[in-house]
Each structure stands twice: as structure tokens, then as C-alpha cells.
């Protein structure tokens, strides 16, 4: 039997004298950049640093790549996934209406699961020993990444440097400046944290941990403020098949060009702020502000045209499902078979949702104003005030309230005590 005391505290971290070559996620950054040299010194290992392109907007891979190789890597390898990212994640997580808490689709929670998969891949395939990655103790990242490396790649360990070394922003700067590492956008005041891709923007840190703080100006990268949007609104339409959206505005075109044009006119109305408050996996409660235009678009012309060909049955049930799939994303579990297997009947369910949804965005605001589909369970003759005819027969319906109400009616009696 090993001695506790001497057993890591998981399966999966890594004993720094086992660790010789390091796959570091790195995003070019302050943290990763620090990182890229503090493994080099620490542990005395090689670091091949792996960028991955989710479709984070203003990003320069070939000025990420030249820094890498700078501080020392002996490789960088730069993966554009926006396909694989918006086919196997972002689409999924349409179909499945994924959203936590009050309004969060899950931009990062899908990224995350997605960057870590990668770099299980090019770890193996570089002969590295260790992944690392520039997570926080306190976030839900490390906990998405950590178990994805320990899930797919038990051979691999892990180490996290931001989550052991005890510096803080101050000592990062001055190690950055004792090892020629450039930080960009000066040093005096502490930037927003901001994790971005195709499906959007959160910002966290400086005055959103005042809670009472209304959201200042400078915070918004993506989405235009509602009060400078234009004066006139613009009515979009996607369309649908089988869940997936194909088209904008009658064009079709691929999905993470699709993804893209949704943002831009999300983002020129002002639509998809979020201001969230959140329950983070550890425990912690934080707040959030996101830009999430094409989600703002996209989610609620899905949901809309599930809804028109989904029964009341199938409507009901399917949102219990959804709420379950985004925990089970948000909380790092994205390879536990109960993913997969919501995603069999969310994919079921999905079949019939082909369609066309319009949305009208103003200020704001994005509401659903038109939808049509070949499979909706309408039909505007049974709908309509006028009399349908022998389709729907009004003379029945008292029949079925009689029997509709049997129970409620039996136990209101019983409770009221009334006789007879
Ligand atoms: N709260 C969101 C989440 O947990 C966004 C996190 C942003 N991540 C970051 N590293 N800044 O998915």
C-alpha cells in the first residue's frame, strides 16, 4: 500500500521529476507566457505551446506563433478548429438550447472540452509527457480540461502553474520583465479577463465583482450598445434543417460562416448582452458579462421552431433534457456517456425542425416575429375563431372537459368538505 502522504492529491497530476516534455495551451498572453518559461526553468523540460482557433475574433497566430518560439518552445503548433467546433459542439448545443443559468450558452464550457481533446492529440503526437494549461484554482476551465486529459489520455498528467504558483498580477508583470517577456496594453491597471470564441465573449474581473456596478462602456468588445444601435430595425431569417441552421437571410452558406454574420447582426443591434450571475462548479458565485450576439439570434430561432413541430408532449419533456445537457457541458462533463445519450434524443427530436425563423432586432432586443416549417403541428383552419368544419368538432370539447376535469373536481369536493 503506497503512503497517503505521499500520493498526489489526483490520479492525474503530474510529479515534476517525471515531467521532460510539456504540451502548454497557449494563448499568447500574459499568464501562458509566463508559463512558457516558468516550465522551461522549473522543471527543466522542453514546451511545445498549441494555440487553438475557435473563431476568437482579432487574433494574430502568426504573432502568438513568433512569441512562443521566442521564449523557448521548441515548437508551436497553431490548429484551426472552427469547423470542428461548430459541427460537433456549437450545433449541438443549438439543438439542444443550451443555455445555463439566466441566459450563458456555454461558449467557453463547449470550447473547453474541445482545446483539451487537442491537446491530448498533439501531445501524443509530439511525444509529450504533460499537458499544461494556464487555469485558475477558482474556475471552472481547470475542472473541464483536467478531466478530459484524465478521461481521454490517463497516460498523460497534468500540470497547472497559475493554480500552484503563488504569484499574483504584480509578480507576473516583474517575472515577464526579468525574462524579456513583452506584456502588451501596459501595466498599471489589471486588464478584463476575457475568454472569446465563435459563439462568444464573457469579460470578468476589475469592477464586475462589484455586484452593484452597472456595466461600464469600455467592458463591451463585441456587441454595440443598445443606445447607439441603429434607429431602424432589421427583421433576420434562418433557416432550419434538421436542427441545423443553413441559411441567413435566404443565403446558404457554411456553419461557422453562419455563426460569424449572426454575431455581426446581433452585434450591430446591441442584441445579446448578458449581465450573469453564476453558480461556477466549485462553488463559487461570480459574475459574468457576456456578448453573445449570434447566440441571442440563433437560440431563440431554434427553440421557436422546435416548438412549432413538437407536440405538447415532446415540448414539455425536451426542455427538461436541455437544462440537463447544459449542466452536464457547464460542469466539465462533456464525455460522460449521459451527454451522449441526451444527445440521441435531442438528435431525434431534431429531425423534424426544418424551417425558416424570422427575428426582428432593434435596440436590443431580438424577438421572434415569423416562422414556417413543413413538419409544424399547425393548422391555421383548425386554429382560426371561424368555424373549421367537421375537422374540429366544438360540440365534443364538453365531453372531454367533463372527463378532463374528473379528478380535480372529486378532490376539490373531498377538501371543501362540501356534500352531495
Ligand atoms: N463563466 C463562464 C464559464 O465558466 C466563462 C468563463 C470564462 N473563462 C475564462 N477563462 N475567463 O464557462
Keep these: 500500500m503506497s503512503d497517503p502522504a505521499t500520493q498526489p492529491v489526483a490520479s492525474y497530476l503530474a510529479d515534476p521529476a517525471d515531467v521532460h516534455r510539456v504540451l502548454l495551451l497557449y494563448s499568447g498572453g500574459l499568464d501562458t507566457s509566463v508559463m512558457l518559461k516558468w516550465i522551461q526553468d522549473e522543471y527543466d523540460a522542453e514546451v511545445v505551446a498549441l494555440t487553438v482557433n475557435l473563431g476568437q475574433p482579432g487574433e494574430d497566430y502568426d504573432v502568438i506563433r513568433g512569441k512562443a518560439l521566442q521564449l523557448g ?55 509529450c509527457d504533460t499537458i499544461a494549461h494556464g487555469c485558475t484554482g477558482k474556475g471552472n476551465d481547470q475542472v473541464r480540461i483536467d478531466a478530459t486529459v484524465a478521461t481521454l489520455a490517463p497516460e498523460l498528467k497534468v500540470v497547472a502553474p497559475v493554480r500552484e504558483w503563488r504569484m499574483g498580477r504584480e509578480e507576473e508583470v516583474a517575472y515577464a520583465r526579468d525574462h524579456g517577456i513583452p506584456v502588451k496594453g501596459g501595466t498599471e491597471l489589471a486588464p478584463y479577463s476575457i475568454d472569446d470564441n465563435l459563439w462568444g465573449r464573457s469579460s470578468e474581473g476589475r469592477w464586475i465583482e462589484q455586484l452593484d456596478h452597472p456595466p461600464e462602456d469600455d467592458v463591451f468588445g463585441l456587441v454595440t450598445r443598445p443606445e447607439d444601435a441603429p434607429d431602424v430595425a432589421e427583421i433576420v431569417t434562418v433557416e432550419f434543417e ?25 452585434a450591430r443591434h446591441g442584441v445579446g448582452i448578458v449581465d450573469h450571475i453564476e453558480d461556477r462548479i466549485v462553488g463559487l458565485k461570480v459574475r459574468d458579462i457576456y456578448e453573445v450576439p449570434a447566440a441571442a439570434i440563433l437560440l431563440p430561432a431554434h427553440q421557436e421552431l422546435e416548438r412549432l413541430v413538437g407536440t405538447i408532449h415532446q415540448n414539455q419533456f425536451k426542455p ?41 432586432l432593434y435596440k436590443g432586443s431580438a424577438r421572434v416575429v415569423t416562422r414556417t416549417s413543413p413538419n409544424a403541428v399547425y393548422d391555421a383552419q383548425l386554429a382560426t375563431f371561424a368555424e373549421s368544419g367537421g375537422l ?23 377538501r371543501s368538505g362540501a356534500t352531495g
Aim: hydrophobic share 50%.
Design 73 to 127: 518552445a521548441i515548437d508551436c503548433r497553431i490548429v484551426d478548429a472552427r469547423e470542428e467546433f461548430a459541427r460537433e459542439y456549437v450545433l449541438r448545443a443549438i439543438k439542444a438550447n443550451a443555455v445555463y443559468g439566466l441566459g450563458y450558452p456555454l461558449f467557453t464550457a463547449l470550447g473547453r472540452p474541445l482545446i483539451a481533446k487537442l491537446a491530448v492529440e498533439h501531445a501524443r503526437a509530439s511525444g
Design 392 to 414: 374540429f368538432s366544438q360540440a365534443a370539447s364538453p365531453g372531454f372537459i367533463e372527463l378532463w376535469s374528473l379528478q380535480s373536481r372529486m378532490a376539490w369536493r373531498m
Design 242 to 266: 434538421r436542427g441545423a441552421p443553413v441559411a441567413l437571410n435566404g443565403e446558404r452558406i457554411g456553419l461557422v460562416e453562419l455563426l460569424r454574420q449572426a454575431a455581426e447582426h446581433g
Design 320 to 360: 427538461l433534457l436541455d437544462q440537463r445537457w447544459a449542466y452536464l457541458v457547464y460542469a466539465g462533463l462533456w464525455w460522460e456517456p449521459l451527454r451522449s445519450d441526451l444527445d440521441a434524443y435531442i438528435e431525434a427530436a431534431n429531425e423534424q425542425v426544418t424551417g425558416t425563423v424570422g427575428i426582428k
